[in-house]
């Protein structure tokens, strides 16, 4: 994926990298389909009913609706950190309920996750938190160098690159969890609230960052309750309303 590519343009081998992936199609963008999904928590709550989704290669999907609707259930269920009850759940052609392990360690490694709360580890500085997963991954210290600094240039923080979680503002703090999420160039990005604790400034350059990510072609799919946020964009918007899906 282009992600990289688009800030170090002088690095020829990893352009030639991308290429090749995208050849293969198989870190490009991803498709993300919902068949009749219900998923009821061992506590009997019903958090989605019989959803039906489908969300295209490329697209930039807000998901909205009210607190307790099902919005993070949604994502949960396309990562793999909750099952179905019912029904489908397909990323990239890949049906997740047959993932165990291994397996399903190296599927989420296709997709990169945004938290509201960051999920920063408070003793470790910006550039280790961007790189601590690619490490656990065993990228090579030279790869992890290639794709820190562009990524760091991406979302802003170059200059802080050094600083720890807590000597940044939370604007700050939320782009240097969306660096850790894009840093392995996912096809697919799941920004969950991303701008719940922000102001409209800040918002607003969080949009914009997963919006550029978005046009280099990854799949990215957004919950918010903000509405003014998605009257802004222009994006196809899938409201949530008691774990029911409906296309806006
Ligand atoms: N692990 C769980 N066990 C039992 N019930 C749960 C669990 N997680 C969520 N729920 C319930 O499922 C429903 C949907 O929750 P979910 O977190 O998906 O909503 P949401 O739309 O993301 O809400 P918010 O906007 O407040 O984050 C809620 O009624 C919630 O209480």
Known sequence: MPVLTTQVKTDKSLQREDSATQQHGSNTTAKVTLQS???????????????????????????????????????KLLYGQELPTEGEVIVDECNIAGLRGDRLSLFRRQIGIVFQDYKLISQRTVAENVTFVLQAQGYTRKEIQRRLEPTLKLVGLLSKADCFPDQLSGGEQQRVSIARAIVGTPPLLLADEPTGNLDPDNSWQVIQILQKLNSFGATVIVTTHDEQLVRRCNHPVVQVINGQLSRK
Do not use: D, Q, W
Request: hydrophobic residues 35%; glycine residues 12%.
């Open 37 to 75: 999904v219900s998923k009821t928590y061992a506590n009997g709550t019903h958090a989605l009913l019989n959803a039906n989704l489908e969300v295209k290669k490329g697209e930039f999907l807000f998901i909205t609706g009210p607190s307790g609707s099902g919005k993070s259930t949604l994502l």
